[in-house]
């Protein structure tokens, strides 16, 4: 099974940036799909955006034209850029990866990292 983990998080005010990255190992990279969720205090995990084995994108309404996701294969890397980062964006952000495409719903993913801090004051 592969093995995921995060890195990049800190702290940011808004209107900042900052990029993740989900290192992956011990497993075929090109294989899985992966996806980032988030979970804010008293919240529940929510997807975030995701990206196919094949290169295919989606992402949260709530993100989408401030966060761009891509991925290394060679690297067995996934990126997370954020862009004009808001106070709602705090959160524990997590990748996780599946077999096949990606889904919306933590559920689906079997592996996950150990997540990296957001924080973004006002």
């Known amino acids: 099974q592969v093995q995921l983990v995060e890195s990049g998080g800190g702290l940011v005010q808004a209107g900042g940036s900052l990029r993740l990255s989900c290192a992956a190992s011990?497993?075929?990279?090109?294989?899985?799909?992966v996806g980032w969720f988030r979970q804010a205090p008293g919240k529940e995990r929510e997807f975030v955006s995701g990206?196919?084995?094949?290169?295919?994108?989606s992402y949260a309404d709530s993100v989408k034209g401030r966060f761009t996701i891509s991925r290394d294969n060679p690297k067995n890397t996934v990126y997370l850029q954020m862009n004009s980062l808001k106070p709602e964006d705090t959160a524990v952000y997590y990748c996780?990866?599946?077999?096949?495409?990606?889904?919306?719903?933590?559920?689906?993913?079997?592996?996950w990292g150990q997540g990296t801090q957001v924080t973004v004051s006002s």
């Open positions: 996780a990866a599946r077999f096949y495409g990606t889904h919306t719903q933590a559920a689906f993913y079997r592996n």
């Open positions: 011990g497993g075929t990279f090109i294989n899985y799909a």
């Open positions: 990206i196919s084995t094949g290169g295919g994108t």
